[in-house]
């Protein structure tokens, strides 16, 4: 389960990460900045963007009631049903993002809410599901995602670790091969310290599945130490405006962060490389440029090497430092000057005699 693939892309150990841009509610409500988002993301080097298909009525209920109202967070006032129509990607909407995404040569999937999500992606046949973490626990909606047969990736954000392997459980009982779980915080902006990133070495352990971080803090430095330690997706969320005044705009990345995201997540992975200790190409030209051995003092031939008449000095023409006991006392087989570097021709295999 260590690898998965999205629309012809591995992804997984040993490939580059997988970059998500997610759209949300950046588009502020017209299909003209959809697109535009697409662009930036496309631009930006993102793999992949992501919307959210629901309506506010698939979501929750248009109710004054307290349990529906929002008091704290960059939401507060609003009831959830305001939030959602506010924040929704409209339906009709969804055959002209696949279709421009396709068109811009970008991977488009989605989060789907419920099951009639489901059902409409199904005919645009989306590569892949996102489960976002607020539904990590709507395990019959796993289990219809896993059912279709696609890739599906689910953010942990809030969930336990038994609620994540039900959840992990659910997957592969409804038939999901190609399964990847998103260390996540849920908050909006969220705390760069409270992500825990060795939580994702014991999650690919435990769960033997590719693993990602879903990102909502304010800088790079969480998903980019995520890759350090193996993380194979990166989500983050993109806005045109940071001061757009949208309901995601404030904790997204504008585009020119995200292209900078992009690139310091491929050159970290870049540099993880493999485990080696041979010398590196780029290390060639500086070999010389080592400590060997030299000379120091005009010598003659038949003399004998004494320790003032050799020092380990750069650079590197004569013989490693680890044969200077070998070296003293034993007769030079032709004159030296100072500076010239030590080499077995010469000197003699045997130590002098006093």
């Given amino acids: 389960m260590r690898t998965m693939k999205i629309n ?7 490939c580059p990460p997988y970059l998500i841009a997610e759209m949300s509610g950046n588009h502020n409500g017209t299909l003209k900045s959809a697109f535009e988002l697409i662009d930036k993301a496309k631009a930006a080097g993102a793999d992949a963007i992501k919307i959210q298909t629901y309506r506010p009525d698939t979501i929750t209920l248009k109710s004054d009631l307290s ?17 959602y129509e506010w924040a929704h990607t409209p339906w009709e909407w969804t055959k002209d993002l696949f279709d421009y995404a396709k068109k811009r040569e970008i991977t488009l999937f989605s989060s789907p809410f419920d099951n009639t999500a489901i059902d409409l992606l199904e005919e645009f046949d989306v590569p892949a599901y996102k489960i976002a973490s607020f539904e990590a626990i709507d395990l019959p909606l796993i289990s219809r995602a896993a059912n279709t047969g696609k890739p599906l990736i689910i953010s942990t954000g809030m969930a336990s670790q038994e609620e994540i392997a039900e959840a992990v459980s659910t997957a592969r009982k409804a038939g999901c091969k190609e399964l990847a779980l998103l260390l996540c915080v849920s908050s909006y902006p969220a705390p760069t ?18 693993v990602g971080l879903s990102d909502h803090s304010l800088e790079n430095h969480a998903a980019i130490a995520a890759v350090s330690l193996g993380a194979s997706i990166v989500e983050k969320h993109l806005t045109l405006n940071r001061d757009g005044g949208g309901p995601d705009d404030g904790f997204s990345l504008e585009p020119q962060e995200f292209k900078q995201l992009t690139s310091s997540c491929q050159s970290v992975w870049k540099s993880l490389g493999t485990v080696t200790y041979q ?14 051995l030299y000379f120091v003092k005009n010598l003659k031939k038949g003399e004998c090497i004494s320790s003032e008449a050799v020092k380990s000095i750069r650079p590197g023409y004569g013989l490693p430092p680890k044969f200077l006991n070998e070296v003293i006392g034993k007769t030079l087989l032709m004159d030296v000057s ?15 005699q006093s």
Wanted: proline residues 3%; hydrophobic residues 35%.
């Fill in 8 to 14: 012809g892309r591995i992804i997984g150990h040993g």
């Fill in 193 to 210: 310290d409270e992500y825990n990133l060795l939580t994702l070495l014991d999650m690919a352990k435990r769960f033997d599945v590719v």
């Fill in 67 to 83: 349990d529906f109202q929002i008091v704290d967070g960059p939401w507060a006032g609003r009831t959830l049903y305001e939030l």
């Fill in 338 to 352: 100072a500076g010239t570097p030590v080499d077995w021709d010469k000197i003699s295999s045997r130590e002098t």
């Fill in 279 to 292: 010398r590196k190409a780029s290390e060639m030209g500086n070999v010389k440029f080592r400590r060997s």
